[in-house]
């Protein structure tokens, strides 16, 4: 098996995906139900495309794809928990460019 395109997808995508998978299959196996149970549970966001989007017009060169999937499905309220998400992918953004990010974040969330 070779690993053509990797995208990281944010729940809201991954629920839409399962639901294709859903009309496609008839039934859903084990293990994609309880995906399904968590995804339920999990998103917040319903909106999430122009939420997407509003991150992307924001135009920070080093927030990539899977920084934008992060941050759409933790939805942070603050600086900390911004920088919390963003450390294990060793990404620094500066003061200014964090406050964009979550005035974006708290008209969605």
């Known amino acids: 098996m070779e690993i053509i395109k990797e995208t990281p997808l944010c729940l809201p995508e991954m629920k839409e995906k399962l639901e294709i998978f859903k009309k496609r299959d008839k039934e859903l196996n084990f293990r994609a139900k309880k995906v399904e149970g968590y995804l339920n549970h999990a998103t917040k ?58 005035e974006v974040v708290n008209k969605y969330a």
Not at 53 to 81: G, M, V, Y
Not at 86 to 99: P, W
């Open 45 to 102: 966001i319903k909106d999430y495309k122009e939420f997407k989007k509003d991150l992307e017009s924001l135009e920070l060169s080093r927030l990539k794809e899977k920084h934008t999937a992060l941050i759409i499905n933790i939805c942070p309220k603050d600086e900390d928990s911004l920088k919390t998400i963003l450390s294990s992918e060793n990404l620094t953004l500066k003061k200014e460019d964090m406050t964009k990010i979550l």
